[in-house]
């Protein structure tokens, strides 16, 4: 039996969820990893696993084995990590995913150049608007916004960018300046619908929650700011989504002094002791240009 090989399957069912995942994972029959499974119980003495037809679940000698399964494997990874690092330029491929719009603005166009300063290297940029899961999606890295929760990942930040309140400036001309987030309950709003209608603001140092009543509420960004260009309210939205309109000047800031404590921009990753040197060397080269970036973005300037 090799060890390893049935080390991996073991671990990738775990994380999987199944064994037909896992075989897909593995690019292998379900069968097969039916198999590996079963001799790896036989050669331990014990059930790592047990199944149903609907779920599997771990032993607390299976718990115990994973474990150890994961440190060997991380260990085994280090070293070809290691030796793979002596390479002059980094070759393979990079996974990386990030939110929509910060995708399109920021990191597609430092992807791009580091690309062409590594031509060894290819890479696959998935812009998605959701969570996902880095591990079991298959993703080298994640940009991140908001605060990590996941702690089976190691975050880099990068820098930070806070909520904004934007608005046309013809409804700025005909209403002029709110000066209070209080002044909202008498304002048309754009509503965001996953965020529902409470706003939060730093006054005097507190929080401050201001409910809003939305004239139109969307679950896209895009839409969200479409309706306040066209007049129909006041949106907020955090600042990189903004930054195209305000410097075109199709939105303006409203509030901007109020503006609640910016949310950490991060790389997210699994454990550092599995980052592959290429992964090292695209974080080395775009940080600093990515903190120059969100240095200057809207809101900034206030916190």
């Not at 331990?44 to 494997?73: F, K, P």
């Not at 959701?130 to 089976?152: P, Q």
């Not at 140092?205 to 009543?213: D, N, P, S, T, V």
């Not at 066209?230 to 800031?253: H, K, N, S, W």
């Amino acid at each position: 039996m090799d060890k390893l090989k049935a080390m991996s399957t073991f671990v990738a069912i775990v994380d999987q969820g199944s064994l037909s995942a896992a075989a897909d994972k593995l690019d292998r029959s379900p069968a097969a990893v039916v198999r590996t499974l079963a001799s790896l119980e036989q050669h331990l003495g014990v059930r790592l696993l047990n199944r149903s037809t609907r779920r599997i679940a771990l032993t607390d000698e299976g718990r115990e084995y994973l474990d150890h399964c994961r440190r060997i494997l991380a260990d085994i990874q280090t070293a070809e990590f290691q030796l793979d690092s002596r390479r002059a330029d980094p070759a393979g491929k990079l996974t990386i995913t990030a939110p929509v719009t910060f995708g399109r603005l920021h990191i597609a166009p430092l992807l791009n150049q580091w690309l062409k300063q590594n031509p060894a290297m290819s890479a696959e940029l998935i812009l998605l608007d959701r969570i996902v899961d880095v591990i079991e999606e298959g993703f080298d890295l994640a940009l991140r916004i908001g605060h990590l929760a996941d702690s089976s990942l190691v975050a880099r930040q990068v820098g930070s960018t806070p909520y904004v309140l934007c608005a046309s400036p013809e409804l700025i001309e005909q209403r002029g300046l709110p000066s209070h987030p209080e002044q909202l309950s008498d304002w048309p709003t754009v509503g965001f619908t996953p965020a529902g209608e409470v706003w939060q603001f730093q006054v005097e140092g507190e929080l401050w929650e201001q409910r809003i009543h939305p004239v139109v509420s969307a679950n896209q960004i895009d839409t969200e700011l479409a309706a306040a260009r066209d007049g129909l309210g006041i949106c907020r939205v955090l600042g990189y989504q903004a930054q195209e309109d305000f410097e075109r000047g199709t939105l303006v800031p409203v509030l901007a002094e109020y503006n609640a404590p910016a949310l950490p921009v991060q790389f997210v990753f699994p454990h550092s002791r599995l980052l592959s040197p290429r992964v090292r060397q695209f974080l080395d080269a775009v940080v600093g240009p990515l903190q120059e970036r969100l240095s200057g973005m809207p809101g900034n300037e206030y916190q």
